[in-house]
């Protein structure tokens, strides 16, 4: 009986399977791909199932969800937008093209095809949110919280909407309340890494560093292969001031990923604390290798020579990042610092002078300024420079009157 009943199922399955057109073979054969995330082997069986059925707008639609999986997303977007041809009314496609256009960055794009999805469908919470975050993306803050709120208001049990309003109010400044936002995201679900990492990030923006490397330790018993949770709790350290610690935080976010930049320039700045210039040095070296762009690493690497006295080569570096970047005032104050030191007096009374067109409120520029005037000789003027220093709080600036002015 089990023998007789176990060749009648196998003539069944042989039955249904003969039974089975072309296209519903390929089209079934690639759902299967597409589950197991072999989107390249999906895109081609829906492919071919596309050939034997160019109408079906289903067949479009998911060789377009795989393309956007396998991160091609203008070809998804085409995909989308045929099956959008054969079925305008359907709201899935509106909102699965808007997502491939956000991941372009076409966020007023994605914003258009996610207005057309909540117009059909007005009860959909990722509609919103996805469209808040586009909104996020271009700035318009308080918009991307209108939608995160509705999202919020039709789901109130999904913690990335809690977690993509905390975002907004963070970028608001709003940290406090994105804090709220990040804590009622973790509590719908306490094993999502980047929701500790977030109200980390919030809780370093008010100084709340012990918290914030609590968080930040939370986000690493979860996932340690994101070298970002280990950059910030070392930042969080380095505020701290515990140098070492950080740096061992820096060490494994470069283990992670060596290719990061501010990972070497950050951990050169505790180097830099702690007295060890030429490591400093050297991550400094590394930084700038990676990324040529960022004036800050110059600027830093500077500072760093001008601690060993190489004035020559901190000037160097201070005029890479001048270069980069003309608006930053201490970068030219401190150039002047290093001119200072070489005697290039006039030139640094240039570079302070600049200093202080860019900020007029900071007493430094102005007695430093001074110096190099007191150094040429030209009492009446550094006298005017030690007075204005004084007045803005200048601490040095008192007893160089009582010195140089009468």
Request: net charge negative; aromatic share 14%.
């Amino acid at each position: 009986m089990k023998r007789r009943l176990f060749i009648i199922y196998i003539l069944f399955i042989v039955n249904i399977s003969i039974a089975q057109t072309p296209v519903e073979y390929y089209f079934k054969r690639a759902i299967e791909k597409d589950s197991l995330e072999d989107y390249k082997g999906a895109i081609d069986d829906f492919s071919k199932a596309i050939a034997f059925d160019t109408t079906n707008a289903i067949y479009y639609s998911k060789r377009g969800l795989s393309k956007y999986n396998f991160e091609d997303y203008r070809g998804a977007i085409l995909d989308i937008t045929k099956a959008l041809k054969l079925n305008p009314n359907n709201d899935e496609y509106y909102y699965d093209r808007g997502d491939a256009k956000f991941e372009l960055e076409d966020y007023n794009g994605s914003i258009t095809d996610y207005d057309i999805a909540i117009s059909i469908n007005k009860n959909n919470a990722e509609y919103y949110s996805n469209r808040g975050l586009a909104k996020y993306e271009l700035g318009n803050h308080n918009d991307a919280l209108i939608d995160l709120e509705k999202a919020i208001a039709l789901d109130p049990q999904d913690g990335d909407y809690y977690n993509h309003r905390g975002l907004v109010k963070h970028e608001m400044e709003d940290f406090k309340g994105a804090i709220d936002d990040f804590t009622k995201a973790i509590l719908l679900d306490a094993e999502e890494d980047y929701y500790y990492f977030n109200r980390g990030l919030s809780k370093n923006e008010l100084k709340d560093y012990k918290e914030a490397i609590e968080d930040f330790s939370k986000a690493i018993l979860i996932d340690k292969e994101d070298g970002d949770y280990f950059y910030n709790r070392g930042c969080s350290k380095y505020e701290l001031k515990e140098y070492e610690l950080a740096i061992n935080d820096f060490n494994s976010a470069i283990s992670v990923d060596p290719t990061v930049a501010n990972y070497y320039c950050n951990r050169a700045m505790a180097m830099d604390e702690l007295g060890k210039y030429s490591d400093a040095l050297l991550d400094y070296d590394k930084a700038i290798e990676l990324d040529t762009t960022d004036e800050s690493f110059f600027y830093n690497r500077g500072n760093t020579k001008y601690s060993i006295e190489d004035y020559t080569s901190a000037l160097t570096d201070y005029n890479m990042a001048i270069k980069i970047n003309t608006s930053n005032q201490d970068q030219y104050n401190n150039r002047g610092l290093a001119k200072y030191q070489l005697k290039e007096y006039r030139n640094a009374i240039d570079d302070f002078t600049k200093a202080i067109e860019l900020d007029y409120t900071d007493g430094d520029f102005f007695y430093n300024r001074a110096l190099c005037k007191i150094e040429m000789k030209e009492l009446t003027s550094a006298c005017d420079d030690l007075e204005k220093a004084k007045n803005l709080g200048n601490k040095d600036a008192k007893s160089m009157i009582k010195k140089n002015c009468k």
